[in-house]
Structures are given as C-alpha cells and as structure tokens.
C-alpha cells in the first residue's frame, strides 16, 4: 500500500471528480491517519501533504458537505468540516439522508458481506441517477494488477452500467531541469528553446509494480492514457512552517514567490502538451490529405478507362444504346471526381490553418511563459539571498 503521502496520489488523481462537490470517503487508510491526528499524520498546515488532506476533508464548513465512513472509535464522533457515518450502517445512510455526488469508496473495507453488499446496491442506485463512483483497492505488495482489475469488472458489470479502468504505479525518479547555459551567446541561443518534456524508464524495471486498482463509474472528463502525479518532497515546506512557528514578513514573502515559480512551470508544461497535441493533429492532417491525394489519382485512372472504353461496343440494355451508358459511367466518375478534388480543397485549407497559426501561437506562449517562469525563479533567488 502506497505511504504517506503517497497514497494520497490517488485523490489528487481524482481531484477533478470530486473537487467542490458533496462527497462520500469510504477509505480506512485515511480514516485511521486522521485517528492519529491530521498534524501527526501530514504534518503542520502549509505543507503540501496537510494542504491535499485539508482540500479533501475538511477540518471546517467549506463550499461542499463531505461525508466520512469511519471504522475506528476514535474518529465517531461529529467533525466540524465532515459527517461521519459509521461502517456498518453506511449503506442505509447513502440510501435514505445523505446527498451525495460523489463516492470514493474502497468495498473490501467491509468485512461484513451484508454491509458491503448494502454499500455497493447504495452506490449503484446512485451511479444510476448519474452520480459519480470512485472504487478504490489497494493490492498487496507484489500482487499481480491483473487480478484486481478482474474482480473490478466483475464487481461493475453485477451492479453498473460501465466503468472506466485504471491501474496505480508508485515511481521512483529523478527530475532533472534545464537552468540555462554559461556564455552570453548560449544564453541567447537557449531563449528561444522549447520546454520539452521527457520521460526516460530506461533504468526502470519492465514489469512495474501496481498499489491501486480503481473504478471510475460517471466520472467527470476521466482523463486517457498515462497521468503522472508529482508528489511533494520532504524539503518541500518552509522552515517555519515546518518548525510549526510563525513565519516572518520575509519567509512569506519567498514562499509566495516559489510557489508562483512552481506555477508558472506548471503552465509552462501544459503549454508544451498543447503544442504536442496541436502537432499530432496537423500530422493527421497531413495523413488525410495524402490519402485524399491517392484517391483523386485513382477516380483520375478510372475516368480515363472510361473514356477509353466509350468507343467500344456494349450490348444495350432495355433499349438505351451502348454509347449512353458509357456517357453515364463517365459523368458518374467525374462528379466523384469533382467532390474528391473538393475534400483535397477543404484538406487543404485545414492543413493550412494547423501550419500558420497554432503551433507558432502555443510557441509563443511558451516563450512568455519561460519568461515569467525565469522572473519567478529570479525573484525566488533574490528573495532567499535576502532572507539568509
């Protein structure tokens, strides 16, 4: 199972299904962490860790009503920032008071067959109504991914309509970041540089190891392929807010400017996605346009075949002469001939449209954006220079 804050990794995932939305969490693992204290856990506030746990439950009334199932005695009573509802009577609450929206739930909790059955009908009639559901289960270390994923399906074709699967790595790496080069022309050169992103596994292991298999049932934009989640660092925090003291006017100040550092990097990422995907589209585009090429070539070969043939006898059918259907064959090949030179046109003009506009566009974007980001990081140093 994936440590604190590891495991956190698969609510931030979800962030985008259950953010500002009234909102069911069925997970021992976080009920007995806030058992022990949300402090003792995930460290004073202001750290990264502390800050996801706060955003996801509450310790005060936010903008969305959270409901907690609790397996611990410790956790029973009422919350300011949550319900609690007790495991065992979870599925008649679901049921009968609780307005949810959204439920991540992990049904293994519940050793009780009953209860868990009564959890996931709850949950089912609410994915019915269009609800989202979130089925998360931890697997054991060295547990095949396979497995899991199984018993998901089958747990979602008894009871829902459709699901969409995911499988959870926790991975181990290293970022590296490019600060520039010595020299003045090298640093000309650098300033109009992409921001490429790039992932090397070559060190990583073939066969990866999986903590999470999940369920999202009505999810919201669900996203496709790989998404990789950065999980906050040790040193990540200020000093003070790790030494629990209050922060100076300065320390502040600094860790306003890394965070806006951090920011401006991250839409620097996102810029060059866009870019990437801007340029998968104009390479499709090219595709369609070549194969539209081809066909106009062949209805060009058919048509002079035609034209060829027009002198040759045919036996006539029903009367019309032979040298009619031939007129008909050709002016059947030159209108498919017409519309497939019109598809190249309109190829044509959606291939120019991707060559001059958007992938400059989103490269200018991203200079702005490296630009801001180097501001960022500028005032970061003179801030911290000036704070020691």
């Not at 997970?27 to 402090?39: C, H, S």
């Not at 868990?116 to 547990?143: C, H, I, S, Y």
């Not at 000309?188 to 292991?205: C, K, M, Q, W, Y």
Request: aromatic content about 4%; charged content about 30%; overall charge negative.
């Amino acid at each position: 199972m994936l440590s604190v804050p590891r495991w956190l990794a698969v609510y931030a995932f979800l962030g985008e299904q259950w953010r500002d939305r009234r909102r069911v969490i069925a997970d021992p693992e976080l009920d007995r962490a806030l058992a022990r204290g949300r402090t003792a856990s995930f460290g004073p506030p202001g750290t990264p860790a502390r800050d996801a746990l706060d955003s996801l439950v509450p310790a005060a009334p936010g903008r969305a009503r959270v409901w907690r199932v609790t397996w611990t005695a410790e956790g029973g009573e009422e919350a300011r920032g949550t319900r609690v509802l007790a495991a065992d009577s979870a599925g008649a609450r679901l049921r009968s008071d609780v307005a949810w929206e959204v439920a991540l739930a992990r049904p293994s909790a519940w050793r009780d067959a009953g209860a868990r059955e009564a959890v996931l009908d709850a949950l089912a009639e609410g994915a019915a109504r269009g609800r989202t559901v979130a089925l998360l289960e931890p697997l054991t270390a060295g547990a095949a991914i396979e497995p899991a994923l199984g018993e998901l399906a089958d747990a979602v074709l008894r009871r829902f309509a459709g699901a969409r699967l995911y499988a959870l790595s926790p991975v181990d790496g290293v970022g590296v970041f490019d600060c520039g080069a010595v020299g003045e022309d090298a640093v000309r050169e650098g300033d109009d540089a992409d921001v490429p992103i790039v992932f090397d596994n070559t060190l990583a292991s073939e066969t990866p190891r999986y903590a999470y298999a999940l369920a999202l049932i009505n999810g919201v934009a669900p996203p496709d392929g790989m998404t990789l989640v950065e999980l906050p660092g040790e040193d990540d925090a200020p000093e003070d807010a790790r030494d629990g003291a209050g922060a100076s006017p300065l320390a502040q100040t600094v860790e306003l400017l890394r965070r806006q550092y951090a920011r401006a990097r991250r839409q620097a990422e996102l810029a060059e996605l866009a870019r990437q995907a801007s340029l998968a589209e104009l390479e499709r585009a090219l595709a369609r346009g070549a194969t539209l090429g081809a066909r106009v070539e062949a209805l060009e070969r058919d048509l002079a075949d035609a034209l060829e043939l027009r002198s040759q006898a045919l036996e006539p059918a029903r009367g019309v002469a032979s040298e009619t259907l031939e007129d008909a064959r050709a002016d059947a090949l030159r209108a498919g001939l017409v519309a497939a030179r019109w598809e190249l046109e309109q190829a044509a003009l959606e291939l120019e449209r991707l060559t001059l506009r958007p992938v400059d566009a989103l490269e200018a974007e991203i200079a702005s954006l490296r630009v801001q980001l180097a501001d960022a990081q500028g005032d970061a140093r003179r801030g911290t220079t000036a704070s020691g």
